[in-house]
């Protein structure tokens, strides 16, 4: 007879995190700390020693520790509290109700990433009940501020909790699973292995102020929308990493066949002028390749007949793995090539980071993909977004993206979008998932 029980870990899962969505923790402000006190509460019942931290009013961190027999380094399991704000008006339910509707569990941060702080939980709680001891400790780590700086979340921790990572070669956070999409023939496992690093830009135009009935070639307005175009037209040559090309060339197995050619090799295939315009003509596949740029934020005047003497963007600049942060800020200036517009970093550059895949740890992972989707085909991705594993790799620790959810668009497009849910049926086999994985990797 097995030593847990499924059905019944997995019924609680649901439960609890139908409680954990109902506490509102929108970064900003964050208010990470009523979740922290919701997980303390949870492992204080378990008997699960547990420290926390704020590192600002009400924006706490948690650490808890299932220690094992010291035999294998420890293995973090992390998630961030926090989640994006939710549009009230474009939801079908209140996102922090923790409503259940059709075999559905609905609210902000149900994917990104309660849940899978959820099953980390349970995973380690399951273990404790069930008297195991595992041969290296397991720390759960809950943090704030992922959403927008990490410097009071993962980066707090790391500079002023390091204590709480000690003994640790490795860690796991967002965001991987199986994508089981329409269009494939088979499903397809992505693990984490590297994100691309945000480099926040700023653009500030500067020109003489005046009435808006006159023209003004070089005002402040006009000098940024040129600038702008020069720099959204300019296209950064495209860098195919080892990582990348294992994933198309396991996203061509499951892909309808004549509709992959080229992706077995993507460097030659990106030489040809037709191939490449229609590849990067997919956003996701430009991102994969290239350094991106997206404008998301602009500012200039209030009023419609004035014209300012100054007009500001942000860019959103996401570095890919090996570009060199300051020579992609170079590259922007000669792409605008204006000295009346100012360009700036506003946060310090962050260098991207990789995690190797021929570790014990990334092959524990994809057999757990493969358990959970038996003809599921796994491949290492490099993740478009950022994450928490960029300060876990820096301060030490291999660090990758993993979840055994089962995703289709139906759920995966929902993430800081409208009515962001998770079925019933990935909570409850991911408690099982997460909780084999233990003993899989800390196990006798």
């Excluded at 954990?20 to 019942?45: C, H, K, Q, R, W």
């Excluded at 600038?227 to 296209?235: C, H, I």
């Excluded at 660090?399 to 759920?411: I, K, Q």
């Amino acid at each position: 007879m097995s030593r847990f029980d499924w059905v019944a870990l997995g019924e609680e899962a649901i439960e609890l995190l139908r409680r954990y969505l109902t506490i509102d923790t929108t970064n900003p402000p964050g208010n990470e700390s009523a979740g922290v006190e919701f997980l303390a509460a949870f492992l204080a019942n378990e008997g699960i020693p547990f420290e926390t931290a704020e590192a600002a009013p009400r924006r706490g961190n948690l650490a808890a520790r299932l220690a094992g027999d010291g035999s294998r380094p420890g293995l973090v399991l992390h998630h961030h509290i926090d989640v994006v704000p939710a549009e009230r008006r474009s939801w079908s339910v209140d996102p922090f109700a923790g409503v259940i509707d059709d075999g559905y569990l609905y609210g902000r941060g149900a994917l990104d990433m309660k849940s899978v702080g959820i099953l980390q939980l349970m995973a380690v709680a399951a273990v404790r009940r069930a008297g195991i001891r595992l041969r290296g400790d397991v720390v759960v780590l809950a943090t704030a501020d992922e959403e927008d700086d990490i410097e009071q979340g993962s980066e707090f921790v790391a500079r002023h909790r390091g204590a709480w990572l000690a003994g640790a070669d490795a860690a796991l956070s967002e965001l991987g699973g199986v994508l089981d999409r329409l269009e494939l023939t088979r499903p397809i496992g992505i693990i984490g292995v590297s994100e691309k690093t945000p480099l926040p830009i700023r653009l500030t135009a500067r020109g003489l102020p005046g009435h808006g009935s006159l023209a003004w070639p070089d005002s402040a307005p006009h000098r940024l929308v040129r600038a702008l175009r020069r720099l959204l037209r300019g296209v950064r040559a495209p860098r195919v990493l080892p990582e990348t090309q294992e994933f198309f060339a396991t996203l061509a197995t499951a892909l309808p066949p004549g509709t992959a050619t080229g992706y077995d090799d993507l460097t030659r295939a990106l030489e040809d002028p037709e191939f490449r315009a229609a590849f990067l003509a997919n956003p996701h596949y430009t991102a994969a390749v290239t350094t991106t740029f997206a404008v998301t934020v602009v500012r200039c005047g209030e009023r419609r007949n004035v014209v300012p003497d100054e007009a500001v963007a942000e860019v959103d600049c996401r570095v890919l793995t090996g570009d060199d942060p300051h020579e992609v800020v170079e590259w922007v200036r000669r792409r605008i090539d204006d000295d009346q517009v100012d360009v700036e970093v506003m946060r310090p550059p962050r260098h991207p980071s990789l995690s190797p895949t021929d570790t014990p740890l990334y092959r524990a992972l994809a057999d757990s993909l493969r358990r959970r989707m038996p003809n599921v085909a796994v491949t290492p991705a490099i993740l478009t977004g950022f994450s928490d594993s960029w300060v876990f790799r820096r301060y030490g620790l291999q660090s990758y993206g993993f979840s055994p959810f089962v995703l289709d668009e139906g759920e995966l497009f929902r993430i800081h979008g409208s009515d962001e849910r998770i079925s019933l049926e990935n909570v409850r086999a991911g408690v099982r998932a997460y909780t084999e994985l233990l003993l899989a990797v800390l196990g006798d």
